[in-house]
């Protein structure tokens, strides 16, 4: 069964229809690159999944359950769309990590507000949080930054605050990560750590969305290639479908542009 | 007239402007949340009426409203301000007096609260959302602090602006130390006019001194 399913999503800001019916299905463990030219809706998509915007129309199904029906929409509390998006996590282009609070507490954080709402966290509370102290010191131990435990975002280098924001959506354990362009908004020089940390995550059960346009790396990460154009996928297949033998007309010229530039 | 006598009774006349800080901080940094919550809401009549609160209050002098609360409940309702205060005997002019300084700081310092929660950027919220946080801990665990730091300097000239203002509570006879220290030039005595200023200057210094110290507590981080 797949993990992921989304089905004719459609979304508008006013007059201008930003997701025209966008569709796509995934299996646990894949990794999905997702490219397209500005203005795509690619970051839309994300934000969709991620319950920042509710789509106009469509469906979202995760595991079998369906989180999102437009034909069956019951008023959702503040708490039910709370819960469904604990499926997802979401990097954001720009890191968004919370400046007063050190890395680990960064990455705790969210996990320890979590927490608090297990029904035995009076009873063991001291070690629930010690549980999750470590757990947090372990993922920023994976992205590499176990020296920087106690440093605030501020002091860090945009690679490492990426990587820092990456601990962070893998501490709450998502069944699907996404990354809206995680490197676009570093150094050039700084791209190749966070994408080595992204790389390094694929897993046979860490299912992973990446909105890039990095495309040596969606080349050789995805599983699965999706090119979108205007508010469609234009074009899906493997990687090496999409990148060496593109059928449509946009995808081929995306690529020659892509190219001189 | 001796220097201590002066010193002791325009330290009296003070305590009276103290009073006035003190009451008017107390009640205006909790009112002015309000009036925020009230300019920012998603209702419009309530953000409409609550805008135009504070276009009115900010856009009259305070000595305007001073005479309007002191004369207006007279006049319109024949309602008299109580002669006493927290079980003590006190001038019921402190009362009208109180009431238009609370409602002029609210007013300014609720713009203060907005600036600072305008200025939260969207992300921090929408990192907050997709960690699973409900909108409670989104403001208080994220957002307050952030607020918080940019706030304190703004803040803290609102404040030492409130010590200086305190005086104009004399034009509606609270005798606050330039009232008393009018009492003398009227007898002819002129210099403790000018002395009142050292007593600003220490009390605003002394202000000054906390903020900075607040301000680099908070300089723990940036952002
Ligand atoms: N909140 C919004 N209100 C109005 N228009 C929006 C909003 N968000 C996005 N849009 C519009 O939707 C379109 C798609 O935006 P989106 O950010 O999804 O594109 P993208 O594929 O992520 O582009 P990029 O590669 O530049 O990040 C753009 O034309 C954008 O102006
Ligand atoms: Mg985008």
């Known amino acids: 069964m797949a993990i992921l399913e989304v089905r004719d999503l459609k979304k508008s800001f006013g007059d201008t229809q930003v997701l025209k019916g966008v569709g796509f299905a995934m299996e646990k463990g894949e990794v999905l690159a997702i490219i397209g030219s500005s203005g795509s809706g690619k970051t839309t998509l994300l934000r969709c999944l991620n319950f920042l915007e509710t789509p106009d129309c469509g469906i979202i199904t995760v595991n079998g359950e369906t989180l999102f029906d437009s034909d069956n929409r019951s008023p959702h509390s503040e708490g039910e769309i709370r819960k469904k998006r604990l499926h997802f996590g979401l990097v954001f282009q720009s890191f968004n990590l919370f400046p007063q609070y050190t890395v680990l507490k960064n990455v705790s954080l969210a996990v320890e507000l979590l927490a608090r709402e297990r029904s035995d966290y009076k009873q063991n509370k001291s070690e629930i949080l010690r549980e999750i102290d470590s757990s947090a010191r372990e993922i920023i131990g994976r992205v590499g930054l176990s020296e920087k435990m106690d440093a605030y975002p501020f002091q860090l280098s945009g690679g490492q605050q990426q990587r820092v924001a990456i601990a962070r959506a893998l501490a709450l354990k998502p069944e699907i990560l996404c990354f809206d362009e995680p490197t676009s908004a570093l150094d050039p020089e700084l791209t190749g750590e966070v994408l080595k940390v992204i790389r390094s995550l694929k897993s046979s059960d860490r299912t992973m969305i990446v909105v890039t346009h990095e495309m040596e790396f969606a080349r050789n990460v995805a599983d699965k290639v999706i090119f979108m154009a205007d508010g469609q996928v234009e074009e899906e297949g493997t990687a090496e479908e999409v990148f060496e033998r593109p059928r449509s007309q946009r995808t081929k010229a995306f690529f020659t542009n892509y190219k001189k530039s | ?223």
């Open chain 2, 1 to 223: 007239m001796s220097f201590q006598t002066v010193t002791r009774m325009l330290l009296g006349g003070f305590a009276e402007n103290g009073f006035i800080f003190i009451m008017t901080l107390l009640m205006a940094l909790p009112l002015g949340l309000v009036i925020t919550f009230g300019t920012m809401s998603s209702i419009r009549p309530v953000k409409w009426l609550t805008r135009t609160f504070v276009w009115i209050i900010r856009g009259t002098p305070l000595m305007l409203q001073l005479f309007v609360v002191m004369y207006v409940p007279g006049l319109l309702f024949d309602i008299q301000m109580p002669d006493h205060m927290l079980g003590v005997q006190v001038n019921p002019r402190m009362y009208s007096a109180l009431i238009a300084f609370v409602i002029n700081y609210a007013a300014y310092i609720s713009e203060i609260y907005r600036g600072g929660i305008e200025s939260i950027p969207k992300g921090q919220y929408e990192a907050g959302q997709v960690l699973g946080m409900t909108k409670g801990q989104i403001f208080f665990k994220v957002v307050l602090m952030q607020v918080v730091k940019r706030i304190i300097p703004p803040l803290g000239n609102e404040i030492i602006t409130l010590v200086k203002d305190t005086s104009l509570a004399r034009v509606i006879a609270v005798q606050e130390i330039l009232w008393i220290a009018e009492e003398f030039s009227a007898r002819g005595v002129i210099w403790p006019l000018f002395y009142t200023g050292v007593y600003f200057l220490v009390f605003c210094g002394v202000l000054t001194l906390l903020f900075g110290y607040i301000e680099k507590k908070l300089n723990y981080y940036r952002g």
